[in-house]
């Protein structure tokens, strides 16, 4: 989970139209114009998990529970984008969690794999301040990706593996980077760059890859957060 940005993009005000409208019919929020703006705003991938491999449903989801409120089911600030794995998860249950289109989740949290395939492999989600926000939400990550239920724990199974997947595929490609002669790092540099920008899938992990290996990688980290 990073921080996303809630642009006054065409789309997202479109999407305030679009809620505007749906309050006054009292028709819901599950508009047109409100799933094109978020899936804009959240780069295509649940906001919660990061992934964006495979997901066959995303799901629109109200950070603050409305439980009938009118005011918050449509409010455009309270509206996210996740999958249906993470909307289950979550639903009512996690309550308050870290706003990450007003806060640096990835700084409050540390993102980190431990172990190697097939040996003790494991992720930890570990809170940095205490806020009962930021436990909530390392409660909901680790739900999210371990899950708690038979069908979840197989859910979470597939999101581990596409994160196994790209974290690899990013240590490589760092690997090539300090490989590289000067006149080929260009390139790498850029390709890293948007590994760890918003629009990429398990960007919190990769940027705490970087993080934790700051000495080594200082160059690099100016991209971590844009």
């Known amino acids: 989970m ?12 479109k999407a ?11 028709s819901g929020c599950n508009t047109p114009e409100v799933n094109a703006a978020l899936a804009e705003m959240f ?3 649940c906001y919660i998990c990061e992934n964006k491999e495979g997901i066959s449903s995303f799901q629109i989801e109200h950070l603050n529970p409305h439980r009938g409120d009118t005011e918050l089911m449509y409010d455009w600030n309270n509206l996210f984008w996740s ?14 969690i870290l706003d990450c289109t007003q806060v640096d989740v990835d700084r409050k949290i540390a993102f980190r794999k431990e172990g190697y395939f097939g040996r003790n492999e494991k992720y930890r989600f570990i809170a940095l301040e205490e806020s009962d926000e930021i436990k909530n939400t390392v409660a909901l990550l ?6 708690s239920t038979p069908q979840k724990i197989l ?15 990013f240590k490589n490609l760092v690997r090539e980077y300090e490989e590289a002669e ?15 920008g918003q629009g990429a899938a398990f960007a919190a992990f990769k940027r705490w890859l970087l993080w934790d290996n700051q000495e080594k990688y200082q160059e690099l980290l100016q991209f971590c957060g844009l």
């Open 2 to 13: 990073i921080r996303y940005h809630r642009n006054d993009t065409d789309k997202a005000r």
């Open 16 to 26: 305030v139209a679009a809620l505007k409208k749906a309050k006054a019919s009292n």
């Open 43 to 45: 780069h295509g991938k």
């Open 83 to 96: 999958c249906a794995h993470c909307n289950n998860i979550k639903n009512a249950k996690y309550e308050p």
């Open 142 to 147: 680790q739900e999210a990706y371990y899950g």
């Open 155 to 169: 859910e979470a199974t597939n999101i581990r593996r596409s994160l196994r997947r790209n974290l690899s595929d």
């Open 182 to 196: 000067d006149y080929d790092k260009e390139d790498i540099r850029c390709a890293i760059r948007r590994e760890v």
